[in-house]
């Protein structure tokens, strides 16, 4: 007989030997915890366990060739408030399925979840968004954000405190024309917190501005001086304004008032109380008026 069939054949009956022998076998493994969709899970989702299991060596390799890449799934509800071994070993026994192999141990220090309701909200987008414009120039209109909500998705007692939702911060500087931009949302700080979108766009709508100027007349917020005469009662204001809408914007567009809580020896300051958006007041003249009792 040749010396290298019969090692062969030793060697088989080694291996047989070795795969009906019992034996135990050690194995770290991560555990992912899963909830239901109507609960979000506001502390750690992955895990760390030993487990040792027994049995003939055949099966043990058949387990030892387990998935690393894919964890060992637990579900969890508001029915469990402390992760324990036993949890663990619930799953672990389904996945394995070979009721020749036995846990014998799981090494697992037990831990606290916190389970919360899932909701959703949709707040407001805020922009935080810096424009400065070349000379001459200025918005036409409001900066629209669009989309301008975001639906936020968390845990209940997190999400019904949130009113409101931010753009990154992001400035545009000296600009002389129109400009359309996508902006980043602010990601959230915590890795349970979910947005629907994650991107807004921005329209900043600019034009050319002239200068104008207007007689406004000048008010008075207290009662104590109606009856009396403001000298002068008008004042001029310059201002700029957009020429989409230079040609109406008129003295109804302005309130002019003084307040006598503020005179220094009958000068009272003007203060003007109301302007349409988007104009740039330049100058007020005169700045201070005087004021006459008319029952003297």
Known sequence: MSFIPFLGIAILFWMGAIFAKSSTYTKDISIKLVTPDSLILTNSKIYDATITLSGKGADLVKIGSLDESKPLEVLVDYNISVLTSNEIKSCLSKKISNSKVKIVEIDFTPTHLSLDKKISKTVPIKSNINVSFSKLHNLKKEIEIIPNTVKITGP????????????????????????????????????????NHSKTKIDIEVEEVSEKKLMIPIKTLDKKIINSRIVPQKVEITFLVGLSKFENINEDSFSAVIDIDTTQKNNYPVTILKKPKYIKIQNIKPRYVQVYNLDL
């Not at 007692?157 to 980043?184: F, G, R």
Request: aromatic share 10%; glycine share 0%.
């Open 156 to 195: 209940k007692s997190y999400v019904e405190e949130v009113n409101e939702w931010h753009t990154i911060k992001k400035t545009y500087d000296n600009i002389s024309k129109s400009i359309e931009d996508d902006v980043d949302l602010i990601e959230p700080q915590k890795p349970f917190i979910k947005l």
